[in-house]
């Protein structure tokens, strides 16, 4: 029963708190606590991972204080796994491995980048350095002086990021796709590269259906470019075998987070934040692909055992919800279901790198398809399409849109969206947008949150 | 007496276009410089350039768009529903240049039933073959989508031979933008915009004529100007026809002795190369305009503002943005910096609440550039 969790016996599946995950950590042996490394094979002391989150709060992470997290001890090493990145990346420069970062096009890049030996792709952009989890606006506040101020996405916050050069290593390459990416983002970008000085810039188209052929030759081409630069930098020449292995990893990787979003959204047996951390894990595995497809295998086990015997982490009679971002507030999806909802349908902006890579076709080829059919590149209608579809069969009774002022795909698409689910599903749609990070949720949305689901409780 | 009577033929090109439309003729309605104008005509459209975004239509527009849309995709959306001339267009031809104008042919086409194209441009403005090539067939797919709705196959020569007069008309209205920079302006850069706005709306056959015209007069002195301290850049996002305060105020007190506003000295630049495959040529010469701030890498945009900055002796930098405008805004510190010049910075949405406040803050700022503030 336990053979998956290494002969460990979860307790009876519950959320949380950041002082009962305390209490519950000084419960795992010891040797459990030994047994988990980043970078495997290797078992040096430095690559350990598994703290409770106080840890990482000590460090900075002080947003963790305020989150509920999932008992597990798969999801402690999750938890641990995802804090533990910023070290990760400055270990990986010591250990002689090449940081390259990969901005804008939510997943292909990452393939490419792992394809080749003793590179380390990682986003700059990854929520962990986000205001949402440091609880500190100084990444806003360097940002602005940057030149990206206020009424733009939190994602400027990678620009600071850069800037204060402690989150994590100046990169050896930097990446940054544009095109399908929005304004706010490819800006980011644009200044990111004039700060650093270096940029391999990449297009990504928008979907043509009709033209998809095209397309797909014009990102092969900048693949190829992308390739000779990675193989520049490394002095390897890409073998067709190595990227093939690359893709099979981050098909494997899709595919359990595929299969873990399906048993949380209809079992109820993973919490949304965990969710949520495991589909941000698409975009470049957390800086380690060996051991987050490790992690996703726990985790997956967790919850198929789960399911089997009936011991879900939220009730499962919560009123069901969809959910649609940016930004993704770990706070906000804590406080719904805090208030007695659940998710069960979502479009995070980073579904994109959900759709599977056919390893039949010749690889670039695949990868550069599979990146023109992700959710980003086409229409508000089509992303709008693939939100109802989930939301359909999970019986979604109410959508949330959280969005940012000034976020300029929010200004065009959020209306558009909120009304075909409306018209396609008659359920009750709640648009806000989030405050600036802060230490709490602000009244006004706190209000409006109870008073939606006050209106769905009612609708039963 | 005005140099330029743009309200007076704008009026008389509508009821000509009316009549055009009665007679079968296609109006291809477009938004941005990066659409081939070359290839509308060829293909037997008229095409019309909508940029007449103003403040009221822009406040209607939120029935549609959030208030954080930028107000110039709110504007044009809410036109198409009220506008005269725009409810004329039998085609709109739309391009990706920013998140804005990507996503608004998905909402026209909530709103209205007139054909929609979106021609994508590649974003990255690097011109490796991989990113032309693309870019050249995205014109041949509007070549079909146009000849469909006109019943005009496009011929190679007939293309050649807009290509020709497209090039002619640049030209003229090349030299007469020269007429700014002199420093008593012979023209000023609220007659230029005029002028290029009249060159998005009549058939060049009779805009040639009165560019020549106009500089005849022009040349001639005709107004008696006097010097007008100091020389500015105009910089930022679009200028709308029927919004030009910002001109007219900087005009008061200074010369504006060079602009780079996609209505402005941005839509007359170079020339498309002749005799080679037109296509190809077409492709080449969009994809490498000087880039919008909105494409990757924009160093060109600097560089090209540098040259300008040089030749012509600038002095100061007016920085205009709307409201919401992410891909002009972000680059205010930056042009500041590569500049190293006084900018003013304004940010306004086409309301004229702030008329005053702006007058104010442009003397300031000229005051400064004279040093008679100091
Ligand atoms: S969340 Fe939206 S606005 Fe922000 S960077 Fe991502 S796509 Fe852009
Ligand atoms: S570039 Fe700026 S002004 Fe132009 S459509 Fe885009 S957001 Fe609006």
Known sequence: MTGFNFGYQDPVPARITFEEWDDLFQQIPDELIEKFHYFPPNQDAWSKYLFPPQVFAIYGARHLR??????????????????????????????????????????????????????????????????????????????????????????????????????????????????????????????????????????????????????????????????????????????????????????????????????????????????????????????????????????????????????????????????????????????????????????????????????????????????????????????????????????????????????????????????????????????????????????????????????????? | MELINRQDLAARRLNELQELKARGRKLAGYFCLYVPVELLRAAGAVPIRLARADYPSSQLGERHLRADACPFCKSSLEKLLSDPLYRLMDMLIFVNTCDMMRRLPELVGTRVSIPVFQLYLPRTAEPFPARIAEFEHQLRRLADFVTRLTGTAIDDQHLQNEIEIGNRLRSALRSIEALRVSPVPLLTTGELFDLISLATLLEPADLLPLIAQIKNRATNQVFNRQPTPPRLLLAGSIIAEEEREVISLLEERAAIVADVICTGARFIEGDITTGSDPFRALAEYYFNRIPCPCRRPNTALFQHIRQLIAERQVQGIVFQTLLYCDPWRFEARDLRRATGLPMLEIDHDYSRQHFEQLRTRIEAFVEILTGAGK
């Open chain 1, 66 to 460: 305020r989150l509920k997290f999932d008992n597990s001890l798969a999801a402690l090493r999750l938890w641990g796994f995802v804090n533990n990145e910023s070290e990760r990346l400055f270990r990986a420069r010591q250990i002689g491995r090449r940081v390259i970062a990969v901005m804008g096009d939510l997943g292909p890049l990452a393939v490419l980048v792992n394809a080749f030996p003793d590179c380390v792709p990682f986003y700059p952009d990854c929520w962990w350095w986000t205001p949402f989890v440091m609880e500190s606006k100084v990444l806003l506040e360097t940002a602005a002086r940057l030149g990206i101020g206020e009424a733009t996405c939190y994602s400027r916050a990678a620009l600071g990021a850069f800037a204060k050069h402690s989150y994590f290593p100046d990169p050896d390459l930097i990446i940054a796709a544009t095109g399908a990416s929005c304004d706010d983002y490819s800006g980011v970008e644009n200044l990111v590269a004039r700060l650093t000085g270096s940029c391999l810039w990449v297009e990504t188209p928008l979907r043509q259906p009709e033209n998809i052929e095209p397309l797909s030759d014009l990102l092969v081409a900048e693949y190829h470019r992308v390739i000779s630069a990675l193989e520049e930098l490394t002095g390897t020449h890409l073998t067709e075998s190595a990227l093939a292995q690359s893709i099979a990893q981050a098909n494997a990787v899709r595919t359990m987070t595929a299969r873990l979003r399906q048993l949380a959204y209809q079992d109820a047996v993973l919490p949304a934040l965990e969710i949520m951390v495991i589909e941000f894990g698409c975009l470049h595995y957390y800086s380690d692909i060996a051991e987050w497809t490790a992690i996703l295998r726990h985790l997956l086990a967790t919850a198929e055992y789960r399911r089997q015997t009936r011991q879900p982490v939220v009730p499962p009679e919560a009123l069901r919800l969809a959910w649609l971002t940016p930004p993704a507030d770990p706070l906000l999806l804590t406080y719904a279901e805090d208030q007695g909802a659940r998710i069960v349908a979502t479009e995070y902006v980073i579904n994109q790198a959900l759709t599977l890579i056919d390893q039949s076709q010749p690889p670039l080829t695949a990868i550069a398809r599979s990146h023109i059919d992700g959710s980003l590149n086409g229409t508000s209608r089509e992303r709008a399409e693939m939100l109802i579809r989930q939301a359909q069969a999970n019986r979604a009774e109410g959508l949330i849109i959280s969005g940012i002022l000034g976020g300029s795909h929010c200004a065009m698409e959020s209306r558009l969206i909120g009304s075909l689910v409306r018209e396609q599903l008659q359920i009750p749609v709640l648009e806000f947008d989030v405050a600036p990070p802060n230490r709490e949720i602000d009244r006004q949305t706190k209000t409006r949150i109870d008073a939606f689901l006050e209106l769905l409780r009612s609708r039963r």
